[in-house]
T-cell receptor, first 114, second 116 residues
Framework: GAGVSQSPSNKVTEKGKDVELRCDPI?????LYWYRQSLGQGLEFLIY????????KSGLPSDRFSAERTGGSVSTLTIQRTQQEDSAVYLC????????????FGPGTRLTVT | AQSVSQHNHHVILSEAASLELGCNYS??????LFWYVQYPGQHLQLLLK??????LVKGIKGFEAEFIKSKFSFNLRKPSVQWSDTAEYFC??????????????FGQGTTLQVKP
């Protein structure tokens, strides 16, 4: 079946601009995670959505970062006023539930802030 | 804060050599343990996982890992590597317990290069 998809695959933006990254999880997966993979920091958790529960935003690095998940499916990660240190690969993963279930990763969006 | 440490950042082996990648975590409670692999140009994918039971777990492509609770370790092994095992390997943990979300805490990764 279809896996996790993310768009765009690559995004180049100027410092100070806002960007939106999209994630389509596997159908039926109630849990959705965003991670960031960067050279300096490795793979870091950003935010977690599970059904209708309040999201776990504990990994968001600043208030410039926000995310939504509409209708329990598609998620959008928004970065406002991008900075060069935001350059990274943003990964989305989904799972059947939260804790205790395997997470399936998408291909990522490579963000470059110039 | 909880953390995961992978001791080897870059490993170079010849085909048929044996592999062991070290992974240690810092957390006193119950954890679930994972090894993920990222082949060049591909997604992160799960190699194997440990939740409970037999501490020696077997995964895909001939990989196995052993959970040693007393050492807070979950080392990855393969008796004979192939050129196709060239990839980046990530150890990760999630914290067990009903208040935890299942977010993965990753190690820094180990790049494995297998020479034909």
């Amino acid at each position: 079946g279809a896996g996790v998809s993310q768009s765009p695959s690559n995004k180049v933006t100027e410092k100070g601009k806002d960007v939106e990254l999209r994630c389509d999880p596997i159908s039926g997966h109630t849990a959705l995670y965003w991670y960031r993979q960067s050279l300096g920091q490795g793979l870091e958790f950003l935010i977690y959505f599970q059904g209708n529960s309040a999201p776990d935003k504990s990994g968001l690095p600043s208030d410039r970062f926000s995310a939504e998940r509409t209708g329990g499916s598609v998620s959008t990660l928004t970065i406002q006023r991008t900075q060069q240190e935001d350059s990274a690969v943003y990964l989305c993963a989904s799972s059947l539930g939260g804790r205790g279930y395997e997470q399936y990763f998408g291909p990522g969006t490579r963000l470059t802030v110039t | 804060a909880q953390s995961v440490s992978q001791h080897n950042h870059h490993v170079i082996l010849s085909e048929a050599a044996s592999l062991e990648l070290g992974c240690n975590y810092s957390y006193g409670g119950t954890v679930n343990l994972f090894w993920y692999v990222q082949y060049p140009g591909q997604h992160l994918q799960l190699l194997l996982k440990y939740f409970s039971g037999d501490p020696l777990v077997k995964g895909i492509k001939g990989f196995e890992a052993e959970f040693i609770k007393s050492k807070f370790s979950f080392n990855l092994r393969k008796p004979s590597v192939q050129w196709s095992d060239t990839a980046e390997y990530f150890c990760a943990v999630t914290l067990a317990g009903s208040s935890n979300t299942g977010k993965l805490i990753f190690g820094q990764g180990t790049t494995l290069q297998v020479k034909p």
